[in-house]
């Protein structure tokens, strides 16, 4: 009985310590990226269906210019804002300007005039970057939209790839008209019927009371 009663406290031991805290945050965080993702391309695609195009698509004040809309609260624009006081040129996205910057209180007020209801803001839950980039990227082109979310424990699947920094994964969302532009991004249609994704955003959260 003391043997048995050992093996048990043994192998709960052996459990607590495989366990990872900080792994366990990023799926559960990566978990709502890919809900804040679904919720984000929803609503741009309700507005296209109400305009005709897509928000802040109009703006682009040249033909080849795209317009860049950093999804992300003021806490995290201290990392990737040049004007911000913890500023990381590694973790900004755009630091050499190709794009063009409009903020995300206009985008959110964009899309609100059309759908005349007020959104449910949503943000990247880890409030500091680390390695990787935080918060959403929101792209208008002349051709439709992109909009893309980082998925650490994603990896590299087929519906999903790794920005330019080479170790960072993120899951794109394409309009029709920026298919085969963007690597490995789908039509919101596409990927959320996608098996990769569907095996992704099946998993439980660890600690669903906090996320």
């Avoid at 794009?99 to 206009?106: D, H, L, P, R, Y």
Wanted: hydrophobic share 35%.
């Amino acid at each position: 009985m003391k043997l048995k009663r050992s093996i048990i406290l043994l192998i709960s031991f052996i459990s607590a310590c495989s366990v990872n805290p900080m792994k366990q945050f990023q799926e559960d965080a990566d978990l709502l990226r890919l809900e804040h993702l679904e919720y984000w391309t929803q609503v741009i695609e309700e507005f296209y269906k109400v305009k005709g195009h897509y928000p802040l698509q109009k703006k682009i004040q040249n033909k080849g210019k795209m317009i860049l809309v950093k999804i992300a609260t003021k806490q995290q624009m201290r990392y990737l804002s040049v004007e911000g006081d913890k500023y990381n040129k590694r973790l900004d996205y755009n630091p050499t300007g190709y794009f063009q910057n409009i903020g995300v209180k206009e985008f959110v007020a964009t899309i609100e005039s059309v759908l005349t209801r007020e959104l449910v803001e949503k943000y990247d839950i880890q409030k500091v970057p680390t390695s990787s980039p935080v918060g959403y990227y929101y792209f208008a082109t002349n051709d439709g939209y992109l909009l893309w979310v980082t998925c650490i424990t994603c990896g590299v699947t087929q519906v999903s790839t790794l920005l330019m920094d080479g170790f960072t994964p993120t899951v794109n969302i394409v309009s029709e008209g920026m298919k085969g532009k963007v690597t490995k991004a789908l039509t919101r249609e596409n990927m959320l019927n996608h098996p990769t994704y569907k095996s992704w955003v099946t998993r439980p959260f660890h600690k669903a009371e906090y996320v």
